[in-house]
Protein backbone atom coordinates (compact mmCIF):
# COMPACT_ATOMS: atom_id res chain seq x y z
CA UNK A 1 0.00 0.00 0.00
CA UNK A 2 1.48 3.46 -1.14
CA UNK A 3 1.35 5.79 1.25
CA UNK A 4 2.77 9.62 2.03
CA UNK A 5 3.00 11.42 5.46
CA UNK A 6 3.90 13.95 5.72
CA UNK A 7 5.49 16.69 8.69
CA UNK A 8 7.08 19.85 9.57
CA UNK A 9 4.35 22.18 9.31
CA UNK A 10 3.84 25.45 11.84
CA UNK A 11 4.32 29.06 12.72
CA UNK A 12 6.59 31.42 11.64
CA UNK A 13 6.78 35.14 11.11
CA UNK A 14 7.17 36.58 7.26
CA UNK A 15 11.30 36.16 6.59
CA UNK A 16 11.26 32.75 8.56
CA UNK A 17 12.11 29.53 7.48
CA UNK A 18 10.49 26.10 7.66
CA UNK A 19 11.41 22.56 6.31
CA UNK A 20 8.11 20.13 5.39
CA UNK A 21 9.05 16.29 4.73
CA UNK A 22 7.20 13.79 3.52
CA UNK A 23 8.11 9.87 4.04
CA UNK A 24 6.65 7.15 1.03
CA UNK A 25 6.53 3.88 1.67
CA UNK A 26 5.39 1.17 -0.87
CA UNK A 27 6.65 2.23 -3.93
CA UNK A 28 9.63 -0.23 -4.27
CA UNK A 29 12.28 0.46 -6.61
CA UNK A 30 9.69 2.12 -8.99
CA UNK A 31 11.21 5.52 -9.84
CA UNK A 32 9.09 8.42 -7.93
CA UNK A 33 8.01 11.71 -9.06
CA UNK A 34 7.09 14.14 -5.98
CA UNK A 35 4.88 17.46 -5.94
CA UNK A 36 4.30 19.65 -3.32
CA UNK A 37 0.83 21.53 -3.37
CA UNK A 38 -0.81 23.77 -1.21
CA UNK A 39 -4.17 25.00 -0.93
CA UNK A 40 -5.32 28.62 1.01
CA UNK A 41 -8.94 29.10 2.50
CA UNK A 42 -11.10 29.88 0.02
CA UNK A 43 -8.74 29.03 -3.07
CA UNK A 44 -7.90 26.10 -5.04
CA UNK A 45 -5.12 23.63 -4.78
CA UNK A 46 -1.70 25.38 -6.84
CA UNK A 47 1.37 23.61 -7.11
CA UNK A 48 4.36 25.05 -5.35
CA UNK A 49 7.14 22.59 -6.95
CA UNK A 50 7.70 19.49 -8.29
CA UNK A 51 10.89 16.87 -9.00
CA UNK A 52 10.25 14.28 -11.57
CA UNK A 53 12.09 10.63 -11.80
CA UNK A 54 14.99 11.99 -13.14
CA UNK A 55 15.54 14.28 -10.74
CA UNK A 56 14.07 17.99 -12.81
CA UNK A 57 13.12 20.23 -9.95
CA UNK A 58 10.59 22.77 -11.50
CA UNK A 59 9.05 25.75 -8.87
CA UNK A 60 5.79 28.21 -9.18
CA UNK A 61 6.77 31.51 -9.93
CA UNK A 62 5.84 32.47 -6.75
CA UNK A 63 7.91 30.21 -4.60
CA UNK A 64 11.37 30.54 -7.01
CA UNK A 65 14.27 31.25 -5.68
CA UNK A 66 12.73 31.18 -1.76
CA UNK A 67 11.95 27.25 -2.11
CA UNK A 68 13.30 24.16 -2.66
CA UNK A 69 12.47 20.66 -3.62
CA UNK A 70 14.79 17.77 -2.92
CA UNK A 71 14.88 13.76 -1.63
CA UNK A 72 17.33 12.05 0.61
CA UNK A 73 19.63 9.41 -0.94
CA UNK A 74 17.11 6.93 -0.08
CA UNK A 75 14.60 8.16 -1.85
CA UNK A 76 12.05 7.71 0.92
CA UNK A 77 11.91 11.26 2.23
CA UNK A 78 11.45 14.17 0.29
CA UNK A 79 11.69 17.90 1.76
CA UNK A 80 10.37 21.28 0.55
CA UNK A 81 12.56 23.94 2.18
CA UNK A 82 10.66 27.34 2.50
CA UNK A 83 12.63 30.33 3.23
CA UNK A 84 11.61 33.73 2.65
CA UNK A 85 8.14 33.07 4.07
CA UNK A 86 5.41 35.36 3.32
CA UNK A 87 2.22 35.57 4.63
CA UNK A 88 0.42 34.61 1.28
CA UNK A 89 2.60 31.53 1.66
CA UNK A 90 -0.28 30.64 4.61
CA UNK A 91 -1.76 27.31 3.17
CA UNK A 92 -2.52 23.65 3.99
CA UNK A 93 0.75 21.86 2.05
CA UNK A 94 0.08 18.32 0.48
CA UNK A 95 2.75 16.29 -0.67
CA UNK A 96 1.84 13.97 -3.39
CA UNK A 97 3.85 11.12 -5.48
CA UNK A 98 3.34 9.02 -8.62
CA UNK A 99 5.73 6.64 -10.38
CA UNK A 100 8.04 7.30 -13.42
CA UNK A 101 6.80 10.71 -14.64
CA UNK A 102 8.80 13.12 -16.72
CA UNK A 103 8.79 16.62 -17.36
CA UNK A 104 5.93 17.35 -15.16
CA UNK A 105 5.59 20.68 -13.19
CA UNK A 106 2.85 22.44 -10.69
CA UNK A 107 0.30 22.81 -12.94
CA UNK A 108 0.17 18.87 -13.27
CA UNK A 109 -1.17 17.97 -10.01
CA UNK A 110 -3.65 15.90 -12.15
CA UNK A 111 -0.83 13.54 -12.82
CA UNK A 112 -0.22 12.91 -9.16
CA UNK A 113 -2.16 9.45 -7.58
CA UNK A 114 -0.84 9.60 -3.98
CA UNK A 115 -1.47 12.07 -1.99
CA UNK A 116 -0.33 12.95 1.36
CA UNK A 117 -2.81 14.29 4.71
CA UNK A 118 -1.53 17.39 4.37
CA UNK A 119 0.33 19.76 7.11
CA UNK A 120 -0.46 23.49 7.83
CA UNK A 121 1.98 26.30 7.47
CA UNK A 122 0.53 29.56 8.56
CA UNK A 123 2.95 32.80 8.23
CA UNK A 124 2.41 35.98 10.25
CA UNK A 125 3.17 39.29 9.17
Known amino acids: QRQLVESGGGSVQAGGSLRLSCVVS????????MGWFRQAPGKGREGVATLDSDGETTYADSVEDRFTISQDNTKVTYYLEMNNLKPEDTATYYCAADEGCFNIGPDDQDNFEYWGQGTQVTVSS
Open 26 to 33: GFGDNEVC
